[in-house]
């Protein structure tokens, strides 16, 4: 009889031996390695097990009855150390093994993260009954804290299953969601609440530094200074396949052990199985192509002709509650085209992506019960040019008649109880009553039945009703929504980001049910704006959101190079800021403008050079001068009564003190102020956004000028007797604007709207007043900071090119 | 092929860009919010604007200065715009970014 050796008990080498002993059980001596102290298991069911829904006995699939009854001899507990294929033996830790034909299933292994510390006691792995038994036992300890760095497939079904035993769990994920392998990002956003509302921490884009303790794991350390207590620490950063015997042995390797469809490696006396094998370029981490790779393989040594092939794979996660699936491929692409549904109510996420009228990917979450017949359209390369427009309502909605083509015709099929306004709980027949007691419009709709009064989301099906049932007396709305990327008008978002508290990018997205994944130049920088003005506190600006100005601090000009420039607090300045300027301005060979805004521009920069003339200027105490935002500019002020005969006030000081007061902030679009001495005028205060004008009395408040194309008197909003007031009344203003106002209104346009009247009676109000002051003052908590010198300490890498390749083509 | 190692995924921001110097040019090397990466020419077909400037969004960029798109796949401008840019094969190996240099060199030649 051939002997034949296996290293490794998993599922692979498990269900290839059971296809060998089911066909001729006589066939081979088979002898088994084991590394681990036992045969082999179900180990994708360590995770019930670790989460106590099941114990480990239930989830042994061969036991030592199984080995003996097939006369199996096994070695378990011992770990192969090497492999000589001049003598063909295997060597052991307890002795050598001949063979005739030898099999590598030796898996892979989790990646331990090199970070100092990643070698202290209570650091684990996730892969066997040892690493599973050590976060049992973590668990047991009262209280105790978990880690878990990873957030993928194991690293959440680690952390679900702390969490079921009552620990603190955190979860730390280096990119910017959840399981980025397997979702997009609208997907993992809601994973990520799911998780949260059982209890598990979950911060993303975090980077690990290190691991402490004293003589066991204690704390987490992050790279941004976060410090997390871990009784125990779960890496589960990866897997790495397990092919050093391979290496040792001289095999063909890659990434892993390489394999031909047979599963045979170079040396045709050696096979290899399992996620230690590479085939065509692929590694494996799921059962199912292993479970392939066992059936070739048992075929192959039977003598019988059999080939692998790579299918398609879909991922799930089992973590109860959590209802997701991705198969396929799901990024986007030229010539891809995206079907989104979301129901912001029920939390349902579903994607499909369509080329060349086959899917070609899935990603749902919150609803997967249709996700197999997806797959199976995915797998077979169905066209599913004939159900397009239902396709995503599942198999159900399939079948012919107008209803599978037409939108306006499965709305018109909907039986009169089906919901159309999940928040109110509107059916079509309310829809319909109303319409035949009269109403033609939306807001009519609206006023009567409720129905896409709250979210806002099933506005298009609301408006459909309308058109089945009007016909052509319908007009759909002709106010703008904000892009193609979205059927809501700016006005809709921001109360939409108020009433339901929407605080992330993601949340915008798939509360509002976007139709992009992730927006576009319109709508995201107006988005970020939204969320910093809305919750400057929870939500932090996101710079790739943001125009090219905003993001580098500077102005681009036509040429590529920026221009810079600091700011002179009321336009006053000193022999050593003068100085100060004057040497950057030399040293980084700039040209010198004197501003319209009371400063001085250096233009000419290159990009590479703004955080070392930023540094210059920090260094004589000069901070960004927001040239180049949708923000605060300058104020523009005049010398007053330190200088001149006929200044009532002290014009320059007040000017200083707003500007100190202001500087910082973001606002929908750009803010100039100007205080002058007396009605005289010399700061042209009466053409700004906000201008003051000192006289005997106090100071004249007026709001909403403009001097661009179009020209523009402000308007009085207030009389005030003293700098407190103006100072309380001119941050109001400002925080009304910041928080109203479309993306890019000027302030005027935004006065010219809501209407002026409107202005001054939400800020004569004192309790008003005091409010929007107190919440622009906590904005100014975060945003009142120079920007330059942050982003010379933690951003200046990004000014540089990232590699210089010019030599590399010479060579 | 020779690949040529020019960074790490990290070194660029999450929806954004950075840019490689080249006898080709400026080349910017995108990463989309799903962590793929793309390599282009940095200058737009339009009037040359800096594309690793722009917002990045899908697999696309929007250009600073007037706000083409181009498809960072197949560097075609979207829309009613008529354009080219060229695009590099740039690929992730263990976390280190790999730039095709014979594709960059053929640009020269
Ligand atoms: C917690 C968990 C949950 C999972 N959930 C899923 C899931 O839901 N769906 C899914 O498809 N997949 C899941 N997986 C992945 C799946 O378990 C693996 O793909 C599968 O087990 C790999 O099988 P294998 O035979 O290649 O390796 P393994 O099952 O790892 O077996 C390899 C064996 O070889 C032994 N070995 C290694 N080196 C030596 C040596 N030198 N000498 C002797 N013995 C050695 C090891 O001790 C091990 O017992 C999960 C994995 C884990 C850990
Ligand atoms: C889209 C239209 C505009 C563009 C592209 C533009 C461009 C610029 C540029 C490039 C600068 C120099 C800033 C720097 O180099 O850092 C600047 C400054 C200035 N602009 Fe404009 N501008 C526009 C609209 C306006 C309008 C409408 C006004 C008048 C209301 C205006 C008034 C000024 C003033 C006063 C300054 C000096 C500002 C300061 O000192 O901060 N600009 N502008
Ligand atoms: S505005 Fe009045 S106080 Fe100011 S400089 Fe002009 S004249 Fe003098
Ligand atoms: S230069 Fe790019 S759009 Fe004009």
Redesign the interface.
């Known amino acids: 009889m051939q002997k034949l050796v296996i290293i490794g008990a998993g599922m692979a080498s498990g269900r290839m031996l059971e296809h060998i002993h089911e066909t001729d059980p006589a066939a081979f001596s088979v002898t088994i390695f084991n590394a681990e102290p036992r045969g082999n298991y179900n180990r994708i069911m360590l995770s019930p097990v670790l989460a106590g829904d099941r114990s480990f006995e239930e989830i042994i699939t061969h036991d030592d009855d199984w080995y003996a009854q097939n006369k199996v001899t096994t070695r378990f507990g011992e770990r192969v150390t090497g492999i000589d294929r001049e003598r063909k033996v295997v060597i052991g830790e307890q002795g050598e093994v001949p063979y005739d034909k030898l099999i590598l299933a030796t898996g892979s292994t989790p990646f331990i993260i090199p970070v100092p510390g990643h070698d202290l006691p209570g650091v684990v792995g996730y892969r066997d009954l040892e690493d599973t038994n050590a976060m049992i036992d973590a668990a047991a300890n009262q209280g105790a804290s978990a880690v878990v760095i990873g957030g993928g497939l194991l690293g959440l079904e680690a952390a679900a299953g702390l969490r079921m035993r009552g620990m603190e769990v955190t979860v730390l994920h280096i990119a910017g969601h959840l399981m980025d392998r397997q979702l997009d990002e609208a997907a993992g956003y809601l994973l990520k609440l799911d998780l949260e509302k059982r209890g598990i921490k979950v911060m993303t884009e975090a980077n690990t530094k290190a691991i402490v303790g004293e003589g066991k794991a204690e704390k987490v350390l992050l790279d941004d200074g976060t410090e997390l207590a871990a009784d125990i620490v779960v890496m589960a950063a990866g897997i790495r396949p397990a092919g050093q015997l391979g290496q040792q042995a001289g095999l063909e390797m890659g990434r892993a052990i390489k394999v031909n469809a047979q599963m045979q490696t170079s040396d045709p006396d050696i096979y290899a199985v399992g996620e230690c094998v590479e085939f065509d370029e692929n590694i494996f981490g799921l059962v199912a192509p292993l479970y392939d790779q066992a059936k070739v393989l048992a075929n192959t040594l039977l003598g019988q002709e059999d080939a692998f092939t790579v299918r398609e794979l879909s991922t799930k996660l089992k973590v109860t509650g959590c209802d997701l699936f991705s198969a396929g491929d799901f990024a986007e692409g030229e010539g891809r085209e995206d079907i989104v549904f979301r129901d912001p109510k029920r939390r349902v996420y579903k994607r499909l992506i369509v080329e060349d009228d086959k899917l070609i990917g899935a990603v749902m979450y919150g609803d997967t019960a249709d996700s197999n017949w997806f797959f199976g359209l995915i797998k077979d390369g169905t066209n599913i040019e004939e159900m397009r427009e239902t396709l995503i309502f599942g198999p159900s909605f399939q079948g012919g008649g107008a209803a599978a083509s037409d939108p306006l015709a499965a709305v018109a099929a909907l039986p009169l109880d089906a919901e159309i306004c999940g928040c109110n709980g509107v059916c079509k027949g309310d829809i319909i009553s109303a319409i035949e007691g009269g109403v033609t419009t939306l807001d009519g709709v609206r006023m009567t039945t409720k129905a896409s009064a709250s979210c806002g989301t099933c506005t298009g099906l609301v408006e459909q009703v309308l058109a089945v049932s009007l016909g052509d007396g319908f007009e759909i709305s002709k106010e703008k929504p904000v892009c193609k990327c979205t059927d809501l008008t700016h006005e809709d978002v921001r109360r939409l980001i108020k009433s339901q508290e929407l605080k992330s990018q993601p949340a915008v997205w798939q509360e509002l049910a976007w139709k992009t994944p992730n927006g576009c130049h319109v709508c995201r920088p107006a988005i970020n704006y939204y969320l910093i003005s809305d919750w400057p506190l929870e939500y932090q600006d996101d710079l790739q959101s943001r125009f090219v100005n905003e993001r580098n601090h500077a102005n681009i000009q036509k040429d590529g190079t920026y221009s810079v420039m600091p700011r002179m607090w009321g336009g006053m300045t000193t022999p050593d800021e003068l100085i100060a300027v004057a040497n950057a301005a030399k040293k980084f060979n700039a040209a010198v403008k004197v501003t319209g805004g009371q400063r001085i521009d250096l233009l000419g920069i290159k990009k590479e050079d703004l955080p070392a003339i930023w540094s210059d200027l920090n260094e004589a105490g000069m901070v960004s001068g927001h040239a180049y935002t949708k923000g605060l500019r300058t104020v523009k002020t005049c010398v007053g009564t330190d200088w001149c005969r006929f200044g009532t006030q002290d014009s320059t000081g007040l000017g200083i003190k707003l500007e100190k007061k202001l500087w910082g902030s973001w606002t929908p679009h750009k803010v100039k102020l100007g205080v002058s001495g007396c009605p005289r005028n010399c700061a042209e205060a009466t053409c700004k956004d906000i201008g003051i004008i000192c006289v005997d009395s106090g100071y004249q408040i007026s709001v909403a000028g403009a001097a661009g194309m179009d020209v523009k008197m402000t308007e009085s909003l207030v009389d005030v007797a003293t700098e407190a007031e103006v100072e309380e009344w001119v941050s109001a203003f400002m925080q009304l604007y910041r928080e109203n106002a479309k993306y890019l209104d000027r302030a005027y346009k935004w006065v010219d709207k809501v209407g002026l009247d409107w202005v001054k009676e939400e800020l004569s109000n004192p309790d008003t007043r005091k409010a929007l002051v107190e919440r622009f003052d906590i904005s100014q908590s975060v945003y009142r900071k120079d920007p330059w010198a942050d982003h010379i300490r933690n951003r200046s890498e990004q000014y540089q090119h990232l590699a210089d390749l010019t030599e590399e083509a010479v060579a | 092929m020779s690949w040529?190692d020019?960074?790490t995924l990290?070194?660029?921001?999450?929806?954004?860009s950075?840019?490689?110097?080249?006898?080709a040019g400026?080349i910017a090397?995108f990463r989309?919010?799903?962590?793929?990466v793309f390599a282009t020419s940095n200058t737009c077909a339009h009037k040359?604007g800096?594309l690793s400037?722009?917002?990045?969004?899908?697999?696309?960029v929007?250009c600073?200065?007037h706000?083409w798109?181009f498809?960072l796949?197949?560097g075609?401008a979207q829309g009613a715009d008529e354009g080219q840019i060229a695009t590099y094969p740039v690929k992730i190996e263990s976390g280190r970014l790999l730039?095709n240099?014979d594709a960059?060199?053929a640009k020269?030649a």
């Open positions: 040529v020019i960074g990290n070194d660029i921001p999450l929806r954004g950075r840019i490689v110097k080249s006898p400026c090397i989309t919010a799903e962590d793929e040359q800096p400037e722009g917002i990045v969004h899908d697999r696309k929007t600073p200065l706000n798109v498809s796949e197949t075609e730039l240099m960059v060199v020269v």
